[in-house]
T-cell receptor, first 110, second 113 residues
Framework: TQLLEQSPQFLSIQEGENLTVYCNSS?????LQWYRQEPGEGPVLLVT?????EVKKLKRLTFQFGDARKDSSLHITAAQPGDTGLYLC??????????FGQGTRLTINP | DAMVIQNPRYQVTQFGKPVTLSCSQT?????MYWYQQKSSQAPKLLFH???????NEADTPDNFQSRRPNTSFCFLDIRSPGLGDAAMYLC????????????FGPGTRLTVL
């Protein structure tokens, strides 16, 4: 079973703080995708990391893929209320279906 | 803009009354998916179409069926909805294969009375 464990499952912080969300597995993935889902909407792809050790930045969001391609992290700097949502990581192994983590529910309080 | 469209956005049905949810895409993607998502949980894959080939997940109840009459459209039929089927239903597409990045529709929120 290819499980992706996300932590924390719930996180509530104040605007302006920094945070990190983790996505861990004992399995190797060819890529990791991160999605954000706002309330009442479908998930939207934020980024895909492919190479072990890869770091990608999307404005205040920094995504990292572990060297062994088993884990990934999402770091948000100076969080804003607009960052509120459900963050999902999803692992891909070639042509197999995506494996989703259980999600991190993030709330940024003004 | 190319996109994934779901109709209706909100659907209310009665216990046991069949309901059909629809999804269309303008992305010309080969793979289409239906997911069920309950509050703040990860989406749960029900089935997918790889072109015209239908693939059912092992734990998807028989109550759920799907049709894909052409590349652009896909339907989810719930034959006899129970209270436990109340959820958000998400349609998604990916370009050529299962591991590709997925593009989700906005979802249909199903309420069962």
């Amino acid at each position: 079973t290819q499980l992706l464990e996300q932590s924390p499952q719930f996180l509530s912080i104040q605007e302006g703080e920094n945070l990190t969300v983790y996505c861990n597995s004992s399995s190797v993935f060819s890529s990791l995708q991160w999605y954000r889902q706002e309330p009442g909407e479908g998930p939207v792809l934020l980024v895909t990391v492919v190479t072990g050790g890869e770091v990608k930045k999307l404005k205040r969001l920094t995504f990292q893929f572990g060297d062994a391609r088993k884990d990934s992290s999402l770091h948000i700097t100076a969080a804003q209320p607009g960052d509120t949502g459900l963050y999902l990581c999803a692992g891909a192994r070639g042509a197999q279906k995506l494996v989703f983590g259980q999600g991190t529910r993030l709330t940024i309080n003004p | 803009d190319a996109m994934v469209i779901q109709n209706p956005r909100y659907q209310v049905t009665q216990f046991g009354k069949p309901v059909t949810l629809s999804c269309s895409q303008t992305l010309n993607h080969n793979v289409m998916y239906w997911y069920q998502q309950k509050s703040s949980q990860a989406p749960k894959l029900l089935f997918h179409y790889y072109d015209k080939d239908f693939n059912n997940e092992a734990d998807t109840p028989d109550n759920f069926q799907s049709r894909r009459p052409n590349t652009s459209f896909c339907f989810l039929d719930i034959r006899s909805p129970g209270l436990g089927d109340a959820a958000m239903y998400l349609c998604a597409t990916s370009r050529t294969r299962l591991g590709d990045e997925q593009f989700f529709g906005p979802g249909t929120r199903l309420t069962v009375l």
